[in-house]
């Protein structure tokens, strides 16, 4: 029976979950409550936080960690979600935002005409290069993958080998992690924050010793950091750490949105000073991504 579902194109109920009520199983979503202009944060409690600024909120729909207010602002609809922490989490806000659109709940078909999103991941991070000063802001031209998501699917068109093939020149991996791979953010979002500080982030599959990070257990990659901020491409520096671009990059435009993350710097790692203002930075970050989406 599966079989004779899938030559008809039809997507299974264990491949696509919905509720009763047809929604998309863990945003618990429908098309008409989302933007196609989404803010993604991890965090739920800076859901509120973007949505306050608001000039109405149309949309309150929780799940889990899932937090979506969709609402609008300067005649623009916009949502923004929370998706928790980890490049988990981003594979299934992006595969369920995309399946909102494009895939049709009553047929459980694959639509002909595919709905473009943008969506940009505002986060916090922290930086590894010196001269990265806490409570700025950086832009990831470029996403690192330290997490292996992406080599689960099938498709690598978007992956970028140029600056794969240098960097495995200049940095030899453990035979014991998953291979690097590098996506490039779209241009279309990029160029609107031009004027900020770009860089390479590093996504990786954990806080501690993925990052570099010591406190009873040792990590099995001495002086990460410190390897990493020494390569550059196209005289772009690998600049910070965090938990979820690569896959927002993969999949997002694997599947044909634009995607782009903007981080708060609250910390340095190579000078260990940490922001006294997190949450004034925070609300920084939030209000140029607002002004320039929004305008």
Not at 10 to 37: F, G, S, V
Not at 201 to 219: E, H, I, V, W
């Amino acid at each position: 029976m599966q079989n004779y579902i899938f030559k008809m194109n039809i997507i299974p109920e264990t491949e696509l979950i919905l509720t009763e009520k047809k929604r998309i199983y863990h945003l618990n979503l429908i098309q008409e409550e989302i933007a196609r202009d989404i803010i993604l944060v991890g965090d739920p409690s800076r859901v509120k936080m973007i949505s306050n600024k608001f000039d109405i909120i149309e949309h309150k729909i929780s799940h889990r960690e899932f937090i979506t207010h969709t609402g609008m602002l300067n005649n623009k609809k916009i949502s923004v979600i929370s998706t928790g922490i980890g490049t988990d989490n981003i594979d299934i806000v992006i595969n369920e935002l995309d399946a909102i659109f494009n895939i049709d709940f009553k047929t459980r078909k694959i639509k002909k005409n595919k709905t473009t999103l943008n969506i940009i991941r505002v986060g916090t991070s922290g930086a590894i290069q010196q001269n990265i000063p806490i409570n700025s802001f950086i832009v990831s031209t470029y996403a690192l993958g330290f997490d292996g998501l992406a080599h689960y699917y099938e498709s690598n068109k978007v992956l970028k080998k140029d600056i794969l093939n240098k960097f495995n020149k200049y940095f030899k991996i453990s035979e014991k992690l998953a291979e690097p791979y590098f996506i490039k953010a779209s241009d279309d979002l990029l160029n609107i924050f031009q004027d900020l500080k770009q860089g390479i982030t590093a996504t990786t599959s954990g806080f501690y010793a993925p990052q570099d990070r010591k406190l009873r257990l040792n990590p099995s990659m001495n002086d990460l950091s410190k390897r990493l901020n020494k390569f550059s491409y196209n005289n772009i520096r690998i600049t910070n750490f965090e938990m979820e671009t690569s896959a927002l990059y993969y999949l997002g435009q694997t599947l044909g949105h634009n995607t782009l993350t903007i981080c708060a710097v609250l910390g340095n790692r190579n000078t260990n000073n940490y922001s006294k203002n997190t949450n004034e930075t925070i609300n920084n970050m939030i209000d140029i991504v607002l002004k320039r989406l929004c305008k």
